[in-house]
Every structure is written in structure tokens, then in C-alpha cells.
């Protein structure tokens, strides 16, 4: 007779109450070392063609996803276990937390403009060394809503589809987007697999991070409606088909405007604005933060939810 998946919820519930407490763990953590791994795979799988690429991403995928088919195997029948260990996974791979900490580092930091600059790596790819104070917190706020998704939202969203295999396999694919997915000569080939899969695997976390954005923003004193305005309207004009989501609707509760010209090295993105407010300042670095944790919270309830509702032999 189907029963509720109790353990695989509960574990959901204690990776996320894990990340909201203590952030990522601080040493040997398991997605650093995924990527010390991958780097050490590149040179011995790089070619300039995509077939070469989509090799090097099943080489890396395919065996994460494996461990988590072989943990899930090895924990039906034992609910305890499975819980303990859906609930380490999660954690391991959520990283809501540590962006928030991220962002507001970055507000502490604005008085001293070379230590924000140095610091805007940890949160953005763009170029730092001439971004003033106004460029700073644009590219902060966009970040936090960018990787709302990507950090917190769709890790719980493929917890609650797949359990620990879902986890591991999309927070590796979405390691490797970040590793090798850039538009840059070495990788425009290469890591065409790599971007195209993590566009496929945060299309429906990132509208549900723009929905949940709608839902929460009045709780942070911010305008339901103008998030889901922005969010319809502007955002499909963003280059990637799923941040523009994310960052449109932030802006729309924020009732900021976001959007504008990035620079990555030597290539430069004029991107078209999103929301009609005024540019964001300094203050709502912490808007958005308070903004980003409603809003994988929310999506922390669900996942546990969801799981709850579905039911196992």
C-alpha cells in the first residue's frame, strides 16, 4: 500500500533548516571539491567542440548522479538513514544562506571601495576594477536574485522531484555552467553542453522563483504587483532565459530598476533595463537579501510539501 515519503521530506526539511542556521560548511565541502575534480578533468578533455564538451559534462554528471542513485538505493527500507542522508544532501547543496551573507558583506564593504571590488567575485563574474559604489550594489542586488534560483530554489525543486539524486545531479550540472558555461573563446564550444543543460534544469525553478517572488514580496515590504508587472513584461529581454525571470521580478517588488551595461573582461553587455523604478542604492542590497530568503523559504515549505504529498511502494 503507497505510504508518504516521510523521510525524504524530513531530510529536505533538515538540510534547509542546516543551511539557514549554518550556511555552507566551512571545510571539505563536497561541491568545492566536484570542482577541484572537473578542473583537473579539463585538461585532458578540452577540445574547441561542443561534442568534446558534452563529453567532459557526462564524464563529470554521470558519475555524481550514480552516487545518488547508489545512496537512495541503499536507504529504501531504512527511513531514519534516508532522512539523515537527504538531509546532508541538501544541505551540502543549498547555498541561500551564504549568498545572503555574500550580499550583505558586500553593504558592509561600500565605504571602502577597493574591498568591495575585490570582494564582488564571490557574487557576480563582471569585471570589478572600475565599478563605483551605484555599479556595485546594482550588480549585488541582480546577483541575489540571479542565484536565488540557481543557489537555493532549483536544488529544493529537484529534491523534491528526484530526492538525493535529483540534488547531486543539479547541483553538478550547475557547477559546471559556472565552471565552463561561459561565452569566452576557450569555452564557446566547449561549454556549450555544459550552459544548454543548466538552462534546461533552472527553466522551471527560475519561474518558480519569480512566482514565489510575487507571493512573498508584500512580506518584506515590498510590491506584489510590480513584480509580477516586471516579471511578465521585462523578463524576456534579459540574454539568459531563466536569471532575467528572477531579476525582473525582484525588481518589480523592489521597485528598482536593474539592467544596463556589463562588462566581463574584455566583452561588454548592454542589457535592456527591467523595472521603472530608480536605480537601486545601498539599502536595498539588504532588501534584496531579506527578499532572496523569503523567497527559498517559501520554496523550502513547498519541496517538503510536495515530497509529502507523493506517494512510495
Same mark, same amino acid.
Do not use: I, K
Given at each position: 500500500?503507497?505510504? /508518504? +515519503? ?48 558534452? @563529453? ?12 545518488? /542513485?547508489?545512496? +537512495?538505493?541503499?536507504?529504501? @527500507? ?8 537527504? @538531509?546532508?544532501?541538501?544541505?551540502? #547543496? ?10 550583505? %558583506? ?5 565605504? +571602502? ?49 528526484? @530526492? ?8 553538478? /550540472? ?5 565552471? !565552463?558555461?561561459?561565452?569566452?573563446? %576557450? ?28 507571493? #512573498? ?11 509580477? %508587472? ?47 523604478? %530608480? ?5 536595498? #542590497?539588504?532588501?534584496? /537579501? ?13 519541496? !517538503? ?9
Amino acid at each position: 500500500m503507497p505510504r /508518504v +515519503d516521510l523521510p525524504t521530506a524530513a531530510g529536505l526539511a533538515l538540510g534547509s533548516l542546516a543551511d539557514q542556521a549554518f550556511g555552507d560548511p566551512r571545510r571539505g565541502h563536497p561541491v568545492a571539491g566536484f570542482g577541484r575534480a572537473a578542473a583537473a578533468l579539463e585538461p585532458l578533455t578540452w577540445r574547441d567542440s561542443r561534442t568534446a564538451g558534452a @563529453g567532459h559534462w557526462l564524464a563529470c554528471v554521470l558519475p555524481v548522479a550514480g552516487l545518488g /542513485v547508489a545512496a +537512495d538505493r541503499a536507504t529504501r @527500507g531504512r527511513p531514519v538513514v534516508r532522512a539523515l542522508v537527504t @538531509g546532508a544532501a541538501t544541505w551540502a #547543496v543549498l547555498g541561500g544562506t551564504s549568498l545572503g551573507r555574500a550580499g550583505g %558583506r558586500m553593504s558592509e564593504l561600500l565605504d +571602502d571601495l577597493p574591498a568591495a571590488r575585490a570582494h564582488l567575485p564571490t557574487l557576480a563574474g563582471r569585471d570589478p576594477s572600475a565599478l563605483g559604489e551605484a555599479e556595485l550594489v546594482r550588480a549585488t542586488v541582480e546577483s541575489v536574485a540571479e542565484n536565488t534560483s540557481d543557489a537555493a530554489v532549483a536544488p529544493l525543486v529537484w529534491g523534491a522531484v528526484a @530526492g538525493v539524486p535529483g540534488l547531486l545531479a543539479y547541483r553538478a /550540472v550547475n557547477t559546471l555552467d559556472a565552471m !565552463v558555461g561561459y561565452r569566452s573563446a %576557450r569555452y564557446a564550444r566547449f561549454g556549450w553542453a555544459s550552459a544548454r543543460a543548466d538552462d534546461v534544469a533552472n527553466w522551471v525553478p527560475a519561474r518558480l522563483t519569480a512566482a514565489l517572488t510575487v507571493a #512573498v514580496a508584500p512580506l518584506v515590504g515590498g510590491s506584489a504587483s510590480g513584480a509580477w %508587472r516586471t516579471w511578465r513584461r521585462d523578463g524576456g529581454a534579459h540574454p539568459s532565459p531563466n536569471s532575467g525571470r528572477c531579476e525582473a521580478a525582484a525588481a518589480g517588488a523592489l521597485g528598482v530598476r536593474l539592467g544596463g551595461r556589463n562588462v566581463y573582461g574584455t566583452r561588454v553587455e548592454d542589457r535592456p533595463t527591467m523595472g521603472d523604478g %530608480r536605480a537601486p542604492v545601498r539599502a536595498d #542590497v539588504g532588501r534584496a /537579501v531579506a527578499l532572496s530568503r523569503a523567497v527559498w523559504t517559501a520554496a523550502a515549505a513547498l519541496a !517538503v510539501t510536495a515530497r509529502l504529498l507523493r506517494r512510495r511502494p
